[in-house]
Nanobody, 121 residues
Framework: QVQLVESGGGLVQAGGSLRLSCAASGTIFSINAMGWYRQAPGKQRELVAVITSGGNTNYADSVKGRFTISRDNAKNTVYLQMNSLKPEDTAVYTC???????????????WGQGTQVTVSS
């Protein structure tokens, strides 16, 4: 019943920008934290950025100063603005959200399908 749908990935030259979006839909009562992860070939999945329901953020050291995570609670959507992209940023980016479907439900983590970001030299 719950889906997280990502968009905005693609191919971009080094130094360029992309804006990723992830919209949660379905039966949703409340969403707590939302985040973006990425995984490059041969590497472990890593946390890129996370944002709490109150707007507190945290970033991986490798993206600090270049990426900005934000959210629109009215739209159940989280964004990742990626500037000054580097080839090292090439990865599959996935979003997640800690949400509950009903007021009596516990928070559970749901994941999007992922979107490819490729940065050329």
């Amino acid at each position: 019943q719950v889906q997280l749908v990502e968009s905005g990935g693609g191919l971009v030259q080094a130094g360029g920008s992309l804006r990723l979006s992830c919209a949660a839909s379905g039966t949703i009562f409340s969403i707590n934290a939302m985040g973006w992860y990425r995984q490059a070939p041969g590497k472990q999945r890593e946390l890129v950025a996370v944002i709490t329901s109150g707007g507190n953020t945290n970033y991986a050291d490798s993206v600090k100063g270049r990426f900005t995570i934000s959210r629109d609670n009215a739209k159940n959507t989280v964004y990742l603005q990626m500037n000054s992209l580097k080839p090292e940023d090439t990865a599959v980016y996935t979003c997640n959200g800690d949400l509950k479907k009903y007021s009596v439900s516990p928070f559970r983590t749901y994941w999007g399908q992922g979107t490819q970001v490729t940065v050329s030299s």
